[in-house]
């Protein structure tokens, strides 16, 4: 994919499964703006997705991520979009990302390998109780979901970084 491609790059995916940072290392590979849902609310809303599910409730939580994926497709200058992980769950959201300027990967792991991944990872309050189950169920009710919205699939397990990035850049030639 060329610089001057009017695509965004839209990363979607489970949580844990490195989104974020595979997004930083595409953007910069690009030469692209990277919009990551997760910061983008924090820095709007000033609170963490945490304190936002915890005051505010799921529902708010997934309004703030239907607007900021919005956003970020809407905006002018190609970049790499690093989604919320339930961003699929919602209709609008599926079909804002079939727009033709959206390239949809979808990063595909193991639920084992989300496990390792999110060990110790406190601001996902979705996995408080039992994060494997909690996994397992968030998998089986939205693979088929990114499925849908994905243009390409790449596997992250047993992948460094650099490969998984170098994946991506190529389903995105």
Same mark, same amino acid.
């Given at each position: $994919?060329s &610089? +001057?491609?009017?695509r965004h ?5 489970? $949580?844990?499964?490195g989104k974020s940072?595979?997004?930083? +290392?595409?953007?910069?590979e690009?030469?692209?703006? #990277?919009f990551d =849902?997760d ?6 809303v000033?609170?963490?997705?945490r304190?936002?599910?915890k005051?505010?409730?799921?529902q ?5 991520e239907? +607007?900021? /994926?919005r956003r970020a497709?809407?905006? @002018? @200058?190609?970049?790499?979009?690093a ?5 699929? #769950?919602?209709?609008?959201n599926? &079909? ?14 193991? !639920? ?11 601001h996902?309050?979705?996995? &408080? &109780?039992d994060?494997e ?7 089986? @009710?939205? +693979? @088929? ?10 596997? !992250?397990?047993?992948? =460094?970084?650099n490969? !998984?990035?170098?994946? !991506? /850049?190529?389903?995105?030639?």
């Amino acid at each position: $994919m060329s &610089d +001057a491609a009017p695509r965004h790059v839209v990363l979607v995916g489970m $949580m844990g499964v490195g989104k974020s940072t595979v997004g930083r +290392a595409v953007a910069a590979e690009l030469r692209r703006p #990277l919009f990551d =849902s997760d910061e983008m609310i924090e820095a709007d809303v000033g609170r963490t997705v945490r304190e936002i599910w915890k005051t505010d409730g799921e529902q708010a939580f997934r309004e703030l991520e239907t +607007a900021t /994926l919005r956003r970020a497709l809407d905006d @002018e @200058e190609p970049s790499v979009i690093a989604a919320a992980g339930g961003v699929v #769950l919602s209709e609008q959201n599926r &079909d804002a990302l079939q727009s033709p300027d959206a390239h949809v990967v979808w990063l595909l792991a193991e !639920v084992d390998t989300l496990l390792e991944r999110v060990r110790n990872g406190g601001h996902r309050p979705l996995l &408080d &109780d039992d994060p494997e189950a909690t996994l397992r169920r968030m998998y089986d @009710e939205r +693979a @088929e979901l990114y499925r849908e919205v994905a243009d390409a699939v790449v596997s !992250v397990d047993n992948r =460094s970084i650099n490969e !998984v990035t170098r994946a !991506v /850049l190529r389903c995105c030639a």
